[in-house]
Structures are given as C-alpha cells and as structure tokens.
C-alpha cells in the first residue's frame, strides 16, 4: 500500500555537529536499507530545500508510522503523510 | 529530469454533462499515451479526493508546461510543480 | 485499519432542491449501511457546521477511496483524510 | 457529550531528556486512567506525527478544560478542540 | 454552557432579494427570540463586516448545534464555534 | 465601545518560573481589578488552549492598547483586535 | 479616532455593467463627501488591485459600521479593520 | 525603477469564448508592445499554470498601476505586486 | 511616492534589555527625524500589538529600502510593504 | 532553462558575529561570480526585508540545487522554487 510523504528536516541550531552527522549517516544508512527492501519506494530530493518527496510501500497505516518514527532524524523532521490509492487512468498497478 | 505534480480537478457545475465525459475520455487515454512513453512516469490516486500525485520525467520546465498545458482537463485543474533532483540517499538514479 | 476523515459538504445553490433531497436520503441510506457493516465506525456532526468528522475501518487506501468516492454526497464534499495508526497509551487495539 | 480533539505534542530541546521522560511516563498513566474511566473515549496516533486525534467524552466544556489542562504534557502541546453533536444519520448515540 | 461563535453572512447573489428579505426578518425575529430566553446571550455586530461575534448559553454541543441549524440564514453562513470555559482570573461565572 | 480581544499566551521556556509565577499573579490582580470596573467586562478561557476571548469596554482605541499594552503578561501575548459594533438584531444596547 | 482600513472590491460578473456603473458613481461621489467633511481622512489606491487602503476618523465602532456599510459597494467588498492608536514616536496626534 | 509583479489568470466560465478570445488577443498585442518599449522587461510563465511572473521597469507606482489596470485582462486577473530594489551584491544596476 | 508599510516588532528574549532600550531610543530618535523632514509621512501604533501600520512618501523603491533598513530595529522586525498609488476618487494628490 | 527563486535570509540571533559576517562575505563573493557566469541571472533585493528575488539559468533541477545548497548561507534560508517556461506572449527567448 503506498503513501506520499513529504519531509522537511529542521536540525535545531543547538544540536552539536557532531551528533547532527552521526544522526545523517545513520538515517542514510537506515534509508539505503529501507530502498533495498521495497519499503522506501521512492525518494526525490526537493530542489532547493533540505526536504523530500518520498513514497512507500508498506502493509498499512501501523507500519508507516513504525517506519517513519524509527528514522534517527525523526525528532527533527515535519512530516506529512498522504494515502495512496489505485488511479483509475494509471497503467500500473501501485 | 522528474517533477512532482498536484493535480486537482474542478470541473464547474456548469460544463454539460456530456462534454464533461468527453473530456474525462481524452484525459484518460492521453495520460495513458504518455505514461506508455514513459513522460507521466507515476499516476496516483489521492485518497478520498478527486486529486492525484503525479511524477513527470520530461526534458525541462517547457516541455512539461506543454504537456501540462495540452491535458484535457488543464482548464478545470489547480496545478502545482515541485522540481525534484538527485537526492543524496537515494539508491537509484532519478 | 483506521483513518479519520473531515467532510464539508457544500452543495451547490443551482442544484435542484428535488435532486438534493434524493442525494442526501441516498447518502443517509448508504452511510447507515456501511456503519452497521462496521466501515464507517464513527460518524459525528460538527457542532455548527454541515461537516461531519468520521472513522472508517477499511482494509487500506484502495478500500477507503472506493467507499467514499462511492458516497452520492462525493461530488459536493470537499474530503480530508488522516491515516492513524495504533497510538501506544491506548487501551483498546485500533 | 464528545469533542474531537487534536494534540500536536511540541517538546522544547531544552528540556532535560529525564525530565521529558517523567513527563511521558506519567501522560501515559494518566492518559489510560482517563480511557479506563470513560473519559477519553478514543486516542489515534496520526501516522508519522508526534501527534494524536482523540474524543473526549465529558460532562462540557469546564470539564474538557480540567482534563486537558491537566494533563502532564499540556505546557508543550498545541490542542485544538471541536465540539461534537449527534449526526443525523449516524445508528448509535453520542 | 458558554460557545463562542463567529457567523460570516454569504447570500449568494442567486437569491432572490425578496426571498433574502424574508429570510433576514425571520432571522431577526428567531434571535430575538433567542436572546429573551437567554440562549443567544450575546450578539455583536463585527465593524465593517456582514458577520457577527455571538456567545451562546446552552446545554451542550447538541443543544447549540439544533440552535444554530435552526436559523434562518444558516444555509448561508460561515460558522465556526469555539467552546468557552471558566477563567480562572474571571470574577463572575459563566 | 466594546472590542473583541483574543489573547493567545507564549511563556517562553527561558523565562525563570519564579518570574513567570509573579507575572501570571499580577496579570490575575490586574485582570480582576479591570473586571471590577468595568473595563474588561467578560473573560472566558478558551477549552484546551492558555488562550481567551475578551470584551473590553473602554473609550476608544487609544484606551484600548494604553490598557492591553499594560498587561503583565503582554509582552508574551499574541493579541488581535476585533471592534465591536452594535447589532441591529440585539436587543441590549451594547 | 482612527482606522484602517483594507477594501477588495468583487463586483460579480453577473451585475449588470450599467448597475455597476451607478454603483461606483455613486461610490466615488459618497467618498469625496466623506473625503471633504474629515470622515475619510485617507484614500490610497493599492498599486495593480482593485483594493485601497484608507484611514477613517470617526467617533467610534459604531459610526464605523454605518459608515462602511452605507458604501454603495459595501455588498461587494471584502473589508478588514484595525484600529489605531497614538503611537508614542509620532511627532503628530492621531 | 522595478517591480516584480505575479499575475493569475481566471477567466470566468461565463465569459463568451469569442470574447475571451478577442480579450487574449489584445492582451499579447498590449505584452508585446510594453516589452518592446521596455515596461515590461521580463516575461515569463509559471509551468503548470495559467499564471506569469514579470518584471516591470517603470516611473514609479502610478505608472506601475496604470500599466497593469489597463491590461485587457486586469478584470481576470488576481496580482500581487513586490516592489524591487538594488541588491547590494548584484553586479548589474537595476 | 507612497508607501503603505506594516511593522511587526519581534525584539528576542535572549536580547540583553540595556541593548533593546538603547536600540529603541535610537528607533524612536530616527523615526521622529524622519517623520519631520517628511519621509514618515504617517505612524499609526496598531491596537494591543507591537506593530505599526506607516506610510512612507521616498523618491521610489531604493529609497524606502535604505530607509527601512537603516532603521535601529530592522534586525527584529518584519515588514511588509505595498506600493500605493493615486485613487480615482481621492480629493487630494498622493 | 529558467527558475525563479524567493531566498529568505534568517539568521540566528546565536550565530556569533563575526561567523555571520564571514558568510556574508563568501555569500557575496560566490553571488557575483555565479552572476558573471551567467548562472545567477538576475538578484533583486525585495524593498524592506532580507530577502531576495533571484532567476538562475541553469542545466535543470540537479544543477539548481547543487547551486542553491552550496550557497555559504544555504542552512539560514528558506527557499522557494518556481519553474519557468517560455511565455507565448514574451518577445524574448528564455
């Protein structure tokens, strides 16, 4: 079942550089892996901003959220979920 | 390149029933046309709205106003373009 | 799976009161239906409003688009959907 | 009588992360004493937001307020309330 | 029970003036109605605008959601509610 | 003449308790001693939010921000201003 | 006592242009009026809309109302109103 | 002295396509000729939709209102207008 | 030229209050200079907030930038500004 | 292929200042060297506020945000992109 979402990362200026790095590594890593598995379908960068457009691919609405709340950059992120369903003009199924 | 597109349809109360079909029809079969070629590259549904997000891999900004330009619907859509680029994480090539 | 849902019904003053009276006795039928069969678990009116905040219980985005999408009232509901996941203080599972 | 409510929970990084977690803790037990009592009669967790959808069911508004205002969290959360009535075409009481 | 409302007049430009008329009499007569038993205890016109700022006292959200249903022009209106409880610096009950 | 006043309360987290506690007793002091007189003639707190909506009665505009901008707490308050009018449908004087 | 104010003007399509013609003659003549006698102390075109912003020094809230509501184009205008105050690094009094 | 000036295009349905028509047609002439005598200096369409931003180098604000409300299609269109100064690390004069 | 400006002074809580006093002595020194040699043409306080609505008479857009951000505050404010031109109906040129 | 971008400048209050002016300078540096490419087409300071209206030539969207983001204050502002096309009523190509 897929869902749009849309993430805007705001890493407060007091989170020392350190830790912000280690935290970006980890949520590239955690997001390789995700890509690899199909549940991380799609991921765009935003031209110009540090955010994205991502779709996955999960069984439903517990396993989005397990997915997204489990990102190490969860804390710094507004995130915008929007449920996918079937476009009858589409000619692939999702 | 790719584009995130938001397409909402409002079609006016107004326009006859038939020719609303009409259009309805050319809509489809283009979107299809050019989903085959590989331009309107996703089509999705969103749920419980008569919007869908769309992914168009075209050549730059004029080539996707024309094909924007040249649906049926254009007329009676709210449009709205994101341009997405290569983003750092990703696993595939946009 | 769970999804809240925010409709605003807006019918048009050019509709005929005729047509509106049969579209709202279908629509209380429909929804009647689809809560004694358990998809549409909550319906509440919004306290001031021809708008009403809802719970359906479908198996995922396709289910739910098809249900409302179905609802005579759809081409005259400007609807917003939330997907809601199990919320871990909960004492009851969704 | 019931209200939606909606809970966007906003800790400050300058809270100590002890004293974040007290606070967590003790919103959960008091959160489940309200549902074991009748209070707080549903809690969705909106997916992939620190933030929840729930309904209340109390004797009005002063008592809506008591509850909310007492909950541990409350200092750091944005609330919004909607007050419910019975719909019409809804088969169960409020 | 104390509710804020707002009230935003909208008549369409489609209504017949003498229909409009007929309905802003009786509207006026039903909230001076209101306004002697109590329930509509304040109504305030807001400067410059076709809208009011009104605080109802009524038994619950049903109460107030049958109250303002009932009003003539409601078919033509903005309404949203705010519920009001006791100020704790208030020096009179509500 | 009467003016409608929301007051939106932002204590920020820097501010020491002790200080804040002494504010929120002036601004009680204050808010009551304005009651008395007339001047800020209904205070109610809004459900969920450290908010309220006020009406003050006072001379004029000049009156009105000489009395809002002495406010313990109004250099935290998010305040707006709506003048107030009477109804042509009220039947107290305002 | 001062105020500004913000007007859009909407003259639906559907007013007949010999209607709307009267209507801003009229407009145009009621304003110079209030312009002479001191009333509409301000009249500014905003640059590329049918909007302006004015100033209007009137007795009260009250006297507001009935002016801009006498405005033969008040049915079709969007109005705002803030109310003004001496500022304390004005060299002149309102 | 230059302005950055956004234009949306919103042609009422009701509007004859004749005279819609005749309307554009003026409009690209109007375009045209501002272009070349150097008013409106830069022209461009937003991809997606019915809408441009352009950049118009003229005398001042009356010059810039008097420009845009004579454009055939200023009843259509909703603008909004930035006034545009010299940025300091600009290599070219405005 | 005129210009409608609206200010919105933030002035942060980290500021020390010696800085803010000294900055404000300094705006209220520059403002009144201004205001005298008839650039500020006109400083209205806006009711319970700390915000102003100011028209500015300057040679064009360079101009009023250079104005505005040689003002002591520029740093903690934000502003707004319209570009005003001559109304049809005014009585007096801008 | 054209873009236009809003560039709003925040810097923190707790960006030491001698930090804050060495990106200024690098900012300023890397501005006009992209402007002497051709790259940065056009840099507009918007009257009154720190911020920018910019059009860049670039390769696509890729070559856009490798731009933008490497801008020695890209992490202090907030970025807008709009994609252009040729207008058919431009008298110039893009």
């Known amino acids: 079942m897929l869902y749009m979402v849309h993430m805007q990362v705001n890493i407060p200026a007091t989170l020392p550089r350190s830790e912000a790095d280690r935290l970006k590594a980890e949520e590239k890593a955690y997001a390789q892996k995700l890509q690899q598995d199909g549940t991380w379908r799609h991921l765009w960068r935003i031209a ?36 996918l369903a079937q476009h009858p003009s589409a000619i692939a199924a999702n």
């Open 48 to 83: 110009g901003q540090y955010a994205n457009y991502s779709v996955f691919d999960v069984a439903g609405n517990d396993a989005l959220h397990e997915v997204l709340s489990s990102l190490p950059l969860y804390p710094y992120m507004a995130i915008s979920v929007t449920p």
